[in-house]
């Protein structure tokens, strides 16, 4: 099958896009990502600090516009997106800031559903430009903003320019001191919790869940997905301290969304006990979304890619495209997996280096037949593919080392006998893989393609 590159964009607005988009990645720690920026004061009242002064700068756009937190280890986007839909078809214009983006930065920032366009794009990065500027000159002992600051600030100007009437944002690192956290959420979301990031968050489900719990709100409602019990022992203590009502999701026999696998049916309730949630804060109806059924019909039309999709290319040979990066997200993909019949596959691998490799291979190495190491173009926190060849050799799994992500798809789609591919390990990766298969960015999220 040949791989071509699917142009990001094709418009003649391209270039400004670049520059913004440059301009926005000159805040980052390429090493660590876009929540890093060497230049960022370390002081915790900066943590939250310069996001709430970016925002003010910019005239507040989040106050007066009711924001959800949703955190969590794995499932947040999912999630999120799933909220957004339930309140879009709830009669609510919708805000969603959600990362990583798969192909396109825009993806992080829509509105009912749609990304920023180009031109929007760029126009709020100079916006931004002149906010910094004045952050700088009145606070230098801020230091830095990080791309992840300036783009939640980003997203929230546009949420007020579009008049949205809800922001469901999608909460980068931990809670209590992640940027997204400088809001006032009227409903806070935990998702299901397990182990990642246990450099900055702790090692032990209790002070990971805790940190996560830094979004609660004193009095205000939290919606929660099943957890372990050290995680929800956490919970309800820091629930407890705050006066926060939880609501404990669960799954919900007649609430099916087209996302695949049992813990998208968990993501789903969560999404929807939270939908429920927020109408009844606002004293909105809430009809169109208030059994399980209305909510299954509703999210019929979603489109959440990179999550257990499942792609047939024109020789017929089925791949499944996950960004599996954690203990959880791994365990849950080798589930849906199983629940497909699907073993003995071909696995296209990368992995970051902060990430724990052993516990993502774990749950995936048993349904491989052979695997190809490989790293994203885009990610200069990927492992190196010889590192993690080596490891998954010492499992018994033959491997072959891949310098890029066309070339580990090329052979594992064209090796034989024919067997099913998967692309795992990183959302970067997935989003690349996409990108070579001319896949593009779904656009809307809902509703009809090319609205």
Known sequence: MPL??????????????????????SFADQERGVGWNPEASVEAQWKLGRTRLLLDLLGSPDLGMPTVLVAGTKGKGSTAAMLARLLAAAGLRLGLATKPHLQVYRERIRVDGQMLSPADFARGVRRLKAVV???????PEAGEPTTFELTTALALAAFRRARCAVAVIEVGLGGRLDATNAMDPVVSVITTISHDHTAILGRTLPLIAAEKAGIFRRGRPAVIAPQRPAARTAITASARALATPLTWARAEPHLCPPLQGEHQRTNAAVAWSAALAVMRVLGKDATSIDTPGRATAVLADLRWPGRFECVTTGAQRTLILDGAHNDGSAAALAAALGEHGLRELYLVIGINRDKDAAAVLRPILPLTARAWATRAASSARALAPEVLAA?????????????????????ALTHRPPRPVLVTG???????????????????LWGAEGE
């Open 426 to 444: 990183s959302l970067a990766l997935v989003g690349e893989a996409r990108t070579l298969l001319r896949l593009p960015p779904p656009e809307p």
């Open 133 to 139: 500027e004045r952050l700088r000159a009145r606070h």
């Open 4 to 25: 071509q590159t699917f142009p990001e964009e094709l418009d003649g607005k391209a270039a400004c896009e670049a520059d913004a988009l440059a301009w926005l990645y």
């Open 391 to 411: 490891r998954v050799r010492r499992r018994g799994t033959p491997i072959s080392v891949a310098e890029n992500v066309a070339e580990a798809l090329d052979q």
